[in-house]
């Protein structure tokens, strides 16, 4: 059973739009909920994580939105550049113990 | 270079063979992760180190793979009688105790299984 579904599966934005990455989990028990940005021959680097006591989270032009109650979270790139072409991954953890990632989107912006 | 090194970076083989992968953690992390990520997927967990316990290693992973880390510090990634389906990306990250959950990735070590 997967445990994080992650939506779309690729995403073409032009430069200076709005990127949105969906994900969604269904154990109650995560507490952790963190977003990794990857490039093509690199490992997976953390972009932004939340905990789900708050519904946003804000880091530049990096944004997580957490709806608890539908068990959902999305990353939202504002004004999208070239350089943030990219494989994006949620994941979603318990205490840090073990964490399961979605099947990531990749992500093109378009100049 | 104090990052998470992991060599080789890549490892190519006959099917049936043994091949060992190595993860350098960033000094003083105590928490070593592999993964292994296949293309077009996500990271899907191998197993998981506390200093030099294993805690957790994931039920899908056969009899034929083992993890060590001695003494806490490196850590290595073994694969006896290497399949075609074993051909991946193995990616090893390390992670300070603390509140922090970030993970830092290693660039990997790509197996492929001839």
């Known amino acids: 059973q997967q445990q994080v579904k992650q939506s779309p599966q690729s995403l073409i934005v032009q430069k200076g739009g709005i990127s949105i990455i969906n994900c969604a989990y269904e154990?109650?028990?995560?507490?952790?909920f963190p977003w990794y940005q990857q490039f093509p021959g690199k490992g997976p680097a953390l972009l932004i994580a939340?905990?789900?006591?708050?519904s946003e989270k804000k880091e530049g032009r990096f944004t997580i939105s957490f709806n608890k109650s539908a068990k959902q979270f999305s990353l939202h790139i504002m004004d999208s550049q070239p350089g943030d072409s990219a494989t994006y991954f949620c994941?979603?953890?318990?205490?840090?113990?073990?964490?399961?990632f979605g099947s990531g989107t990749k992500l093109n912006v378009k100049p | 270079d104090t990052g998470v090194s992991q060599n080789p970076r890549h490892k190519i083989t006959k099917r049936g063979q043994n091949v060992t992968f190595r993860c350098d953690p960033i000094?003083?992390?105590?928490?070593l992760y592999w993964y292994r990520q296949t293309l077009g997927q996500g990271p899907e967990f191998l197993t998981y180190?506390?200093?030099?316990?294993?805690?957790?290693k994931s039920r899908l992973l056969s009899d034929r793979f083992s993890a060590e880390r001695p003494k806490g510090s490196f850590s290595t990634l073994e694969i006896q009688r290497t399949e075609q389906g074993d051909s991946a990306m193995y990616l090893c990250?390390?992670?300070?105790?603390?509140?922090?959950?970030?993970?830092?990735f290693g660039e990997g070590s790509r197996l492929t299984v001839l």
């Open positions: 939340i905990r789900p006591d708050v």
């Open positions: 154990n109650t028990a995560f507490d952790y």
């Open positions: 000094s003083e992390h105590n928490r």
């Open positions: 990250a390390s992670s300070p105790q603390g509140l922090s959950g970030e993970l830092f």
């Open positions: 180190f506390q200093n030099e316990a294993q805690l957790e």
């Open positions: 994941a979603a953890s318990m205490t840090f113990n073990k964490f399961y």
